[in-house]
C-alpha cells in the first residue's frame, strides 16, 4: 500500500492524508554534469536560505458536538464534550514557502493555508510577520501570500522546470517537523508524473528528503533557482522514503500571476466526459498505441455542443496540443483563457474533422 502525503506538519489530528502514484523514460547527463559543486551546496544555501520562510496557521478547530447526533440529551452531550480536553482550541499547522518579491510575495501551498484563521510568516533571520492570503489554487496546490516590512525582502528566482532532466541534482530548503531551516538534496528521480491528484499532475518526482512541514518550500536547482515547490511524498509510515513530489516551476509561475493578478485562477471548459481509447479500438484503426480522448457525453449547452463534438468523438488534438493522454486534453483545455476561440481536431467515424470551439469559463459544478 502506498500513501501519498500532502505534507504540512500539522498535530495529528490535523494530519493530511490522501491515496494516490506512475512512470516515465529516463534520460542521463555526463557525469561531469551531475557533479557536486566544489566544496558542496554550502555557498547555494548561505544565497537562497534567507529568501525561504516557515508559516505558521492557526484553524478553528471543530467541535466534537459537531460529530454528535442532534436528538442527544444536553446532559450526554456535555459528557462526551468534556471527554475531550482542549476540542475547542486551535488547531495549528506548519509549512513552508519562499519570498518572490522585494515587497513581500510569498509562495507556498495551498493546503498549508487552507482553513486558515491565522498566517504568520517567518524569515530565518528571526523576523516574523503576519500574512494574509492573496490567492489559494487547489488544483495546482498553490498558493500566494503577502506580508508587509519596512525594507526590501530578501528573495529568490524561478528557473525553467522544462529543461530539466532525469538525473540532475536538486536541493530542498523547507521546515520539516517545524524544526525550522534544514536543507537536503538529491537529484530528479522522474519527470512528468501523474499522481492522480488532479487534471494538472505533471509532478518532478526527487529522492531528496522532504517530510511533514515541507510543503510549500522550493526545491532548487545547481544555479540556486527555483524549480519546483515541494507538495507531496509517497510514505507507507508518514516520513521521507525518498519518493517526494514538486509542482514544475514553468506551472507555478503562471498560477501565481493570475493569483497576484486577482486572488482568482479563470480555467477554461469545455463540457465533456472524456475516456481513453480502448487498445482494441487503436488496432482497428491502425494505430499501434491507443491516443487522444474519447467523448463519452457531451454537456447539454456548452461549448463542445456548440461546437459540434458528439458522443464517440476521438479528440486528436486541441490547439496546438497533441491528444495522446487524457491528461493531454484536460490540460490543455484548463490553461485556455476562457471566452478563447481554439480550433481541434477529432476522428469520426474513421475521417478527421476540425472544428472550433469558443472556451468557457470553468466552475466548480463545470465538467
Known amino acids: 500500500m502506498r500513501t501519498l502525503l500532502k505534507i504540512p506538519a500539522r498535530t495529528a489530528s490535523a494530519a493530511l ?19 557536486v559543486p566544489a566544496g558542496g551546496y554550502a555557498d547555494l544555501v548561505e544565497e537562497v536560505s534567507p529568501a ?31 471527554m475531550v480536553p482542549g476540542q475547542n482550541l486551535p488547531q495549528q499547522g506548519l509549512g513552508s514557502g519562499f519570498i518572490i518579491s522585494p515587497d513581500g510575495q510569498v509562495v507556498t501551498n495551498h493546503h498549508v ?29 498553490i498558493a500566494v501570500l503577502k506580508i508587509t ?16 532532466r532525469v538525473g540532475d541534482e536538486v536541493v530542498a530548503v523547507g521546515n520539516p517537523f517545524g524544526l525550522g531551516g534544514t536543507v537536503t538534496s538529491g537529484i530528479i528521480s522522474a519527470l ?6 488532479g487534471p494538472f499532475d505533471d509532478f518532478i518526482q526527487t529522492d531528496a528528503a522532504i517530510n511533514r512541514g515541507n510543503s510549500g518550500g522550493p526545491l532548487f536547482n545547481n544555479a540556486g533557482k527555483v524549480v ?26 503562471t498560477v501565481v500571476a ?27 484503426l491502425g494505430y499501434d498505441a491507443p491516443k487522444g480522448a474519447v467523448i463519452e457525453a457531451v454537456s447539454e449547452n456548452s461549448p463542445a455542443a456548440k461546437a459540434g463534438l458528439r458522443k464517440d468523438d476521438i479528440v486528436l488534438s486541441f490547439a496546438s496540443t497533441q491528444v495522446n493522454e487524457l491528461h493531454d486534453l484536460t490540460r490543455a483545455v484548463a490553461t485556455t483563457t476562457p471566452e478563447t476561440k481554439t480550433s481541434l481536431i477529432v476522428l469520426r467515424k474513421g475521417e478527421e474533422v476540425s472544428l472550433e470551439v469558443t472556451v468557457g469559463t470553468r466552475t466548480p459544478e463545470a465538467a
Request: hydrophobic share 45%; aromatic share 4%.
Open 149 to 164: 516590512a519596512d525594507v526590501a525582502l530578501p528573495t529568490v528566482d524561478f528557473g525553467p522546470s522544462d529543461t530539466l
Open 192 to 197: 512528468s508524473r501523474d499522481i492522480r491528484s
Open 258 to 284: 493570475d493569483l497576484v493578478d486577482d486572488g482568482v485562477i479563470a480555467r477554461g471548459w469545455l463540457g465533456v466526459n472524456i475516456r481513453p481509447m480502448s487498445q482494441e479500438v487503436a488496432t482497428v
Open 52 to 82: 525561504v520562510v516557515f508559516i505558521e496557521v492557526t484553524a478553528k478547530a471543530r467541535p466534537v458536538s459537531g460529530n454528535l447526533p442532534e436528538n442527544i440529551p444536553p446532559q450526554l452531550r456535555r459528557h462526551f464534550e468534556n
Open 113 to 141: 493555508v487552507a482553513g486558515a484563521e491565522t498566517v504568520k510568516v517567518k524569515l530565518a533571520d528571526g523576523r516574523s510577520f503576519d500574512a494574509k492570503v492573496v490567492g489559494s489554487d487547489p488544483l495546482t496546490d
Open 17 to 35: 492524508t490522501a491515496a494516490m502514484l506512475s512512470a516515465t523514460a529516463l534520460t542521463f547527463a555526463p557525469s561531469t554534469a551531475l557533479a
Open 228 to 253: 519546483g515547490v515541494n507538495t507531496a511524498i509517497i510514505s507507507p509510515g508518514g516520513g521521507s522514503v525518498g519518493i517526494g513530489f514538486a509542482v514544475p516551476s514553468d506551472l507555478v509561475q
